[in-house]
């Protein structure tokens, strides 16, 4: 049993504060990778908690792999995320927090594969991304596009 399953054994499904990481994982063509879960039906980028003695980068890199068969070469920190819009609760009625850090990777290796929790996998151009897109990975999404649209805002002189 995993680190979160061992606590959920003593506390139930009340609110737990979560520390997990998650990665923007972008193809050659810039495309944004975005996985279906089978527990909600919402889309959302690769992503999970931590467990004991890894690090952020080791956790990002772990669950990108096991939730889609590739290995990130390099992660560049994006941006950690904590508040009330990090607030969610599962179908099954477990409540978290869940403090995150996102990263971005461009470089990676290996083929695309579907796990447990996954029901599709695909890479989407970022105007034409697919809904329903839960509200975490949207927020993250939305910071991501905010910071690209204001490197090619002019700047006044």
């Known amino acids: ?50 467990e004991p003695g890894e690090t952020l980068e080791e956790t990002a890199r772990r ?32 409540e978290v927090f869940i403090v995150s850090a996102a990263f971005i990777c461009v470089a990676y290796t290996g083929d695309l594969t579907t ?9 989407f151009p970022l105007h034409e991304l697919p809904q329903p897109i839960l509200h975490l990975t949207q927020v993250v999404i939305d910071d991501y596009l905010q910071l690209n649209q204001e490197r090619f805002i002019e700047r006044p002189k």
């Open 1 to 50: 049993m995993n680190y979160v399953g061992e606590l959920r054994r003593l506390v139930g499904t009340r609110p737990l504060i979560l520390v997990g990481a998650e990665t923007l994982v972008f193809d050659p063509q810039n495309r944004l990778l975005l996985l279906k879960r089978t527990d909600n039906g919402t889309w959302v980028i690769p992503g999970g908690m931590m």
């Open 63 to 94: 669950e990108t792999q096991e939730e889609t068969g590739l290995l990130a070469s390099q992660l560049f920190f994006f941006k950690m995320y904590s508040g009330p819009d990090f607030y969610y609760r599962y179908p099954h009625g477990d």
């Open 115 to 123: 796990g447990d929790e996954t029901q599709e996998i695909a890479f």
